[in-house]
C-alpha cells in the first residue's frame, strides 16, 4: 500500500515490526517505545488484543485509560476481527476468491470447505479460516489482498496507520 502511494517506508527510516500475534507489544514497546529507544510507535491490532493493547500502552505511560478513540489517537488502529476480516468485507468474498485463485490455492480452499468442521459454515469465515491454516500464509495473503484493492478502498485501520506513518 505504501509503494502504491508512492513511498518507501525504509528510506523515510519506517520499520515495520511484525509481533507474532497481538501479545508481542509488551517486549516491543518496552524496548523501543518511552522508557527504551523512543521511537514513535503505531500499530494494528486485532480486536481480540485491543483491551490488552491498551494495558500495554498505559503502562509504557501512554496514556490513562485507553479506549478506542484514545488508542487512535496515539496511532493504533484495531481491525474488527483481524486484518483479513476487513480485507474480506472491503473486496468481497468472489474478489478474495480471485485473488487465491491467481495464487494457485483454490483448491486448497476448496478442500478446507468441504472438511467436517467448515462444510455448512459461510464462505466468509471459510475464507478467514483458510489464511490461518498455513504458516505465512496470513502476511503472504494480507499483501495479495491489498494489492487487490483499488486507492482509497484499503480497511480504514490500514488506511490510518500509514497516513500516520
Not at 36 to 63: F, K, M
Not at 89 to 108: H, M, N, Y
Request: charged share 25%; glycine share 14%.
Amino acid at each position: 500500500m505504501a509503494a502504491r502511494a508512492g513511498r518507501d517506508l525504509d528510506s523515510e527510516g519506517i520499520a515495520v515490526v511484525a509481533l507474532g500475534g497481538g501479545g508481542g507489544l509488551d517486549a516491543q514497546v518496552k524496548l523501543l517505545g518511552p522508557a527504551g529507544r523512543g521511537l514513535e510507535l503505531l500499530g494494528l491490532c486485532d480486536v481480540d488484543h485491543e483491551a490488552r493493547w491498551a494495558r500495554s500502552l498505559e503502562a509504557a505511560g501512554l496514556g490513562v485509560g485507553l479506549d478506542r478513540a484514545a488508542m487512535e489517537a496515539l496511532g493504533f488502529f484495531v481491525c474488527d476481527r483481524d486484518l483479513e476480516d476487513e480485507l474480506i468485507r472491503t473486496l468481497g468474498v468472489a474478489r478474495v476468491e480471485s485473488v487465491i485463485a491467481a495464487a494457485g490455492e483454490l483448491g486448497l480452499l476448496e478442500t478446507l470447505a468441504q472438511q467436517p468442521a467448515h462444510r455448512n459454515g459461510n464462505r466468509h469465515n471459510q475464507l478467514r479460516r483458510f489464511f490461518g491454516t498455513k504458516s505465512g500464509r496470513k502476511a503472504r495473503y494480507a499483501s495479495l489482498l491489498v494489492e487487490a484493492t483499488t486507492p482509497g478502498e484499503e480497511p480504514r485501520p490500514l488506511r490510518e496507520v500509514l497516513a500516520r506513518a
